[in-house]
Structures are given as structure tokens and as C-alpha cells.
Nanobody, 124 residues
């Protein structure tokens, strides 16, 4: 099992920045990739970004490209999502996810571990 603990959400004005953190614990050697998803009220959970744990290759949703950066700190065993130039449409609950196998990185069903979620609210 892998446990994921997120932090870093909050309220920010449009154009501002936030950094989300996700710290995995447990059987972390089994992690193949880790990603961020978000879900706004009444909407489906959507892919934001992913990082392959071994190669550190990264992939982004079109909505995140150029504004968000996913990264990992090996020493701290922590993944980050740096979000810049935030927009009101970025308002959602953000979830950290981990997968122990290769799959469609943009599909929530490809991830077998999830964090509890952290709220990001961007005011206009």
C-alpha cells in the first residue's frame, strides 16, 4: 500500500501562485508514476499533470501547460505542483495520485492510490 498526504491548497487571487505538495509513504518502491488531478463541483475529475517516478518525464494537460510545473524532490521524497498565473477556472479540489503500473496517465482509473484532496480557490 501507498499512502499520499497532500498540502498547500488555499485561497488566492487571479494571477497569483500556489504550490501543492504530496508526500508518499509505505511501499513507495512500487510507484511508477505520480500525478495531479482536479475536480470542480458538478464536474468529472480531470487530469492536470504527471511525473514518471523513474525517469522524471512529465506530461501536462493543455490547461496546465505554461502555467503549472510538476516536479519531485528525491531527498524529501515529495512531489510538487507549482501553479502560477492562476485563473478562477482553476478552482477545484486537487488530488494527488500514484500508480504502480504503466497506463494511460490522463485516466483516473490508471491510478490505484489517491490522496484526500486539497482545495484551491482562485478569486477574480
Amino acid at each position: 500500500q501507498v499512502q499520499l498526504v497532500e498540502s498547500g491548497g488555499g485561497l488566492v487571487q487571479a494571477g497569483g501562485s500556489l504550490r501543492l505538495s504530496c508526500a508518499p509513504s509505505g511501499r513507495t518502491f512500487s510507484i511508477y508514476s505520480m500525478g495531479w488531478f482536479r475536480q470542480a463541483p458538478g464536474k468529472e475529475r480531470e487530469f492536470v499533470a504527471v511525473i514518471r517516478w523513474g525517469s522524471s518525464s512529465t506530461y501536462y494537460a493543455d490547461s496546465a501547460k505554461g502555467r503549472f510545473t510538476i516536479s519531485r524532490d528525491n531527498a524529501k521524497n515529495t512531489m510538487y505542483l507549482q501553479m502560477n498565473n492562476l485563473k478562477p477556472e482553476d478552482t477545484a479540489s486537487y488530488y494527488c495520485a500514484a500508480s504502480s503500473y504503466s497506463g494511460n496517465y490522463y485516466a483516473p482509473g490508471s491510478y490505484n492510490y489517491w490522496g484526500q484532496g486539497t482545495q484551491v480557490t482562485v478569486s477574480s
